[in-house]
């Protein structure tokens, strides 16, 4: 791999040269209009937010978990499928949505909210002539990820499907998305298709270190009982373990996005409500909550049945059976219960993993797509002047550590490499698997004493490099370890020893 | 239950034959009577996986015989009929001889479920539950499917082959959404296999938003053709009201619609069948019995007319012997209509198999094998069965048909040249239909491609592939970790030649499996095409030589005119009393194939 007389490259290092090397072939391709755009484009990538695509099958409540990211309702969701074009959402001053037909120019759109909830109209303009729309939105959350919802895989209007697929899977080019949230119900043949689909097209993008996968609709999985979430994390523990996952995916996560969304938008009325309902007694509850229709027809007057109707929608049986429940058990504030159904929604763990996975990595994400579009304008549009520019995407590729760490970690996922389980989950923790900080890849707390912290890499890395030093250890294995070491010395350097 | 009226109806006429000394029309009647005998609907319930297939079918028989669970899916068949007492029963079908091994109720879920029998390890063909169950009494047999996952997966080629043997099939799909699109794909591939489709909607307790889901699901079929009605229910809501004895509860649940559809629709259907055609069998044995006796009375009647109606009679028995020859239309038409079946089946199959290996061997020319090779080997495969799956469907159509246009041409034979035998073109019909579907596994053209599959395709095929997997050269230690990010671009001329070489292998093992599928495949289908001609010709071939014997017997009858006219008008007599009897029979039979049409 490199040569190891090399320190590690600091991801800042390799932002600039990216950077430096796109507008080198800039430069280059300067005749090429079409070539010197798209590389611009990517220029300009760099510097805005990470995008993280949110797909998955139709009704995988994709919407639902973009509001529930986001913290409102701005995603249309409806009980039939819903998202028929791909939408940007980013962060802006003010509110607009425009409009990217196939052909033609772009064309602002009006907002219009219905109970709440953001719908566009696109003016009579037929979905398969749209390409995107684009919607501003002012929100910290969208300030450093733009989030893409994408109409649903295996949808029974063939065209829509193929919609998503043309835009997480173009068969020409790098996928206009940074990393992928790839939303599944219960395992499903179709599922691991498309995440197939998504990492087979061509070598350079097959890397399961851009996505990772949300079991969806969490509550759903033990029909709407009270345990039903600790189901769904039992199951998401089992993908997080299945081998053909392993190799498509960096984690699953189970979460319940429509307790999520409904939680983080959650109104005084509705804990009134709630906490009406935890006031009567608990069989009658139980009884009411039978079923959905039950528990809108029974007659009573506080909540009345409008009310309960609304409260239905928002949270769903397992929703309201668990709020109630909270409530009873002492919960009496409504900013309190907002933070446990959040907490029980599975949504804080999604968006540790997304902070560790994706956050952290933006530069090393974003350079990767740039490297993949200049490969791609030197491979297509090969010329004697760019061949320094090919040498240098090589020497990139080569020496920075973190694309070697990633490589690492897909081969050791994908099975490629094999060590024995514990060590290959030691190996993956090192080189970044659960996030890059030295206390997550030392499997440490935050804010460990920098002096544990070096004590444990030292420890690390003594016994990886026997690891690779041992005759014993084949030869993938020992490269594998090979690169651990270099890791190992990396948190070495960043950390001082006990004084 | 089997039809009581109907089982009654053949035990007279099958005393008729024998009062009339007639063995030669008891044969067919008693296997008519033997099918009668074995009483069993089947109702397949299949759907995706997780939709509540076997929490329906546990709320259906009010006890939890089928394992439910929030993760766990089902990988064995479970087949839950009615008896006296429960019991549970595993079947190892295999080399002829069934295996059956009793357990415990309680211990089922070990045995059906994935958690206990991973993709069904211990090769169980079926668990067979019996239950003291009102609703099984009359007959009913569910079976709760494995998740089909799609056509073209293992469950779904497994699920479709099961299909025509099928009296009705239920699919099971969950409130929280609509139908996509690998389930309206295989709902219209089995329509085809199983016209009976009831569609069920479960889970209504959950999802306020059920009502939009069913409209929705309706608008689908309707667009897409298939004429089955949507049933919403909630199995949870039925599971508890038994519990509680809460009427408005089970109202609610939403099935007492269903049992309706299964009792009304399926039950009540295949109890139709039965009578239309046990009615039109006695008909037949009726219509034989009388022809004689009143070629016996007209020439008692008349001797004069005697020799010139023996003369026709014998002219007509020669022309029913001659549809007896290899030479008779409808002889031609199964003979050639099976070769041509065999010949397009052939390529049908080998068209879609080369379209696979088309496809494949483009996916592995745009990668290099070693990276995607456990991948595309799943990929291979699911192609590989969704296209035996779809032959399999065209092969199922084609040959009804072909039998469809067999019984016509039979029929029109013996209609053009017996006026007064006649034979209702229903009445053929009718035992075509019970081809259609085989009550019983007698006539097991289905039941043997789907045997035919698993061991075909199923078995030795997996087997063959796993073993190109083992020797295939993927695991050389150049490639590993290679490609798997940016890997590509350092590959040296060698690597490349590497990767060449393992291309040229993975597109031989394609090639190799793709070859054997076709010669596997092909000779299942074309045994089983063999198999309905065999079935077909020996059906019309005995109806033929039933025919032939009838009119033997009314050459003779004719011929025997008694001398004395005292003694001729008491044949006389004594012949029409006999030809009311016969009537009255006949009057029977009319009635209960009529009782079908009629309501």
């Known amino acids: 791999m490199s040569g190891p007389d090399r320190s590690p490259q600091h991801p800042m290092d390799l932002t600039a040269s990216v950077r430096q090397l796109l507008r080198r072939t800039i430069e280059a391709y300067a005749d090429s209009p079409q070539a010197a755009g798209w590389l611009q484009h990517h220029l300009d990538r760099f510097g805005e937010p990470l995008r993280v695509a949110i797909a998955g099958k139709v009704k995988a409540g994709k919407s639902t978990l973009l509001n529930a990211l986001v913290g409102e309702q701005i995603a249309p969701t409806d009980a039939g499928e819903c998202t028929r074009v791909v939408t940007w959402y980013q962060d802006a001053p003010s509110p607009k949505v425009r409009m990217f037909p196939r052909n033609g120019p772009p064309r602002p759109l009006t907002i219009t909210r219905h109970r709440g909830a953001l719908s566009f109209d696109l003016q009579g303009v037929p979905v398969e002539q749209v390409d995107r729309l684009l919607v501003d939105w ?187 429940t909270l409530i009873r058990q002492g919960v009496t504030d409504s900013s309190a219960l907002t933070a446990e159904l959040i907490r029980r929604s599975g949504l804080d763990e999604l968006r540790t993993v997304l902070a560790n996975q994706f956050a952290e990595r933006r530069d090393l994400l974003k350079s990767r797509s740039a490297l993949l579009a200049i490969d791609l304008v030197l491979t297509r549009e090969p010329r004697p002047s760019a061949a320094p520019l090919r040498a240098e995407v090589e020497r990139i590729l080569a020496g920075a550590h973190e694309f070697v760490e990633l490589r690492t970690l897909s081969a050791l996922r994908g099975g490629a490499v094999t060590f024995s389980p514990d060590a290959a989950e030691d190996a993956e923790r090192l080189l970044g698997g659960d996030g890059g900080s030295p206390a997550a890849r030392l499997g440490l707390a935050p804010g460990t004493e920098p002096g544990d912290l070096h004590a444990a890499a030292r420890e690390a890395l003594s016994r990886w490099k026997r690891r690779a030093e041992s005759p014993l250890t084949g030869r993938s294995s020992a490269d594998a370890a090979r690169v651990v070491v270099r890791s190992c010395e990396g948190i070495l350097a960043t950390s001082a020893p006990y004084r | 239950m089997a039809v009581p009226e109907a089982v009654e109806l053949v035990d007279i006429a099958l005393k008729a034959t024998t009062a009339y000394e007639r063995p030669d029309l008891a044969t067919r009647l ?238 009540a259907r295949a109890d139709d069948l039965d009578r239309t055609s046990v009615g039109q069998d006695v008909l037949i044995t009726c219509r034989a019995l009388s022809a004689t006796m009143r070629a016996e009375l007209i020439s008692q009647e008349d001797p004069e007319r005697a020799e010139r109606l023996a003369g026709d009679l014998e002219e007509a028995k020669t022309r029913v012997d001659a549809l007896r020859q290899r030479s008779a239309r409808w002889q031609t038409t199964l003979n050639d209509g099976i070769a041509d079946l065999i010949a397009d089946i052939d390529y049908d199959l080998r068209d879609r198999l080369r379209t696979v290996s088309r496809e494949a061997e483009q996916l592995l020319d745009d990668a290099d094998p070693a990276d995607i090779w456990d991948q595309f080997a799943e990929w291979f495969h699911r192609q590989v069965s969704q296209a035996v799956a779809q032959n399999f469907v065209w092969t199922t159509e084609r040959s009804r048909w072909l039998a469809e246009q067999v019984a016509e041409h039979f029929a029109e034979a013996i209609d053009v040249q017996l006026p007064e035998l006649r ?62 990010l940016f890997g590509a671009k350092t590959v040296r001329d060698e690597r490349k030649r590497l990767v060449q070489r393992r291309q040229a292998e993975a597109k031989g093992a394609v090639r190799k499996h793709i070859d054997e599928a076709t010669f596997q495949v092909g000779k299942d289908s074309r045994d089983n095409l063999r198999q309905i001609q065999r079935e077909l010709r020996d059906h019309f071939t005995m109806l033929a030589e039933e025919l032939s014997t009838a009119l033997a017997e009314s050459v003779v009858a004719a011929q025997s005119a008694l001398r004395t006219d005292a003694d001729r008008q008491k044949r006389i007599a004594d012949l029409n009393a006999e030809l009311e009897r016969v009537e009255s029979l006949a009057e029977r039979a009319r009635s209960l194939a009529g009782a079908v049409a009629s309501p």
Request: proline content about 5%.
């Open chain 2, 423 to 484: 034979i209702a073109g229903g009445a053929v019909a009718g035992k075509v239909d019970s081809l259609e579907m085989p009550v019983g596994e007698k006539f097991g053209a289905g039941q043997k491609l789907f045997v035919g599959m698993r061991g075909g395709y199923g078995g030795m095929l997996m087997l063959g592939l796993a073993s190109t997997v083992a020797g295939f050269a993927l695991l050389n230690p150049v490639s590993i970790g290679a490609g798997l």
């Open chain 1, 138 to 324: 002012p929100s910290q959350s969208l300030r450093t990820t733009n989030l893409i919802d994408t109409p649903g895989i295996g949808s029974l209007s063939a065209d829509t499907s193929a919609r998503a697929s043309a835009f997480l899977t173009p068969d020409d080019s790098p996928s206009p998305a940074d990393a992928v949230v790839y939303l599944m119900r219960h395992l499903h043949a179709g599922d691991v298709r498309f995440l197939e689909a998504f990492h087979d097209r061509g070598v350079a993008r097959a890397t399961p270190v851009n996505t990772i996968a949300v079991l969806s609709r969490a509550d759903e999985i033990g029909v709407g009982r009270l345990d039903a979430l600790t189901s769904a994390r039992r199951i998401a523990r089992r993908y997080r373990g299945d081998e053909k996952l392993r190799g498509l995916c960096q984690t699953v996560v189970a979460v319940a996005g429509l307790l999520a969304e409904s939680a983080r938008t959650m109104r005084q009325d509705e804990f009134t409500a709630l906490s009406e309902l935890a006031a009567l007694p608990r069989a009658d509850v139980e009884s009411m909550l039978l079923s959905a229709d039950r528990f809108g027809r029974t007659e009573l007057d506080r909540p009345d049945g409008d009310t309960r109707v609304a409260l239905l929608e928002r949270f769903g049986l397992f929703g309201v059976r668990l709020g109630t």
């Open chain 2, 30 to 267: 008693q296997q008519t009577r033997a099918r009668l005998s074995d009483p069993n609907v089947r109702v397949l319930v299949v759907g995706e996986f997780k939709q509540g297939k076997s929490q329906l079918v546990n709320a259906l028989v009010n006890a939890t015989v089928c394992p439910v669970d929030d993760d766990i899916a089902t990988a064995v068949p479970t087949l839950v009929r009615h008896g006296d007492e429960t019991t549970v029963t595993l079947v190892r079908e295999g080399g002829g001889s069934d295996e059956r091994t009793p357990v415990p109720v309680e211990r089922l879920a070990e045995h059906v479920s994935e958690a206990g029998n991973p993709g069904n390890r211990a090769r169980l063909t079926r668990a067979e539950v019996t239950l003291p169950r009102k609703l099984l009494s009359s007959g009913l047999v569910l079976v709760d499917t494995p998740g089909v996952g799609g056509l073209g997966s293992a469950h779904g080629a497994a699920t479709m082959s099961a299909l025509p043997t099928a009296d009705a099939v239920v699919l099971v799909s969950d409130a929280s959404q609509e139908y996509s699109a690998p389930e309206l794909e295989f709902l219209r591939a089995a329509m085809k296999l199983c016209p009976n489709v009831g569609c069920v909607v479960t889970k209504t307790d959950l999802y306020p938003h059920w009502r939009r889901i069913v409209e929705l699901d309706e608008g689908h079929l309707h667009d897409a053709g298939i004429d089955a009605r949507v049933i919403p229910v909630s199995s949870a809501l039925r599971l508890h009201a038994a519990l509680t004895q809460d009427m408005d509860l089970i109202t609610e649940s939403g099935f007492q619609e269903l049992v309706g559809f299964l009792l009304r629709k399926v039950v």
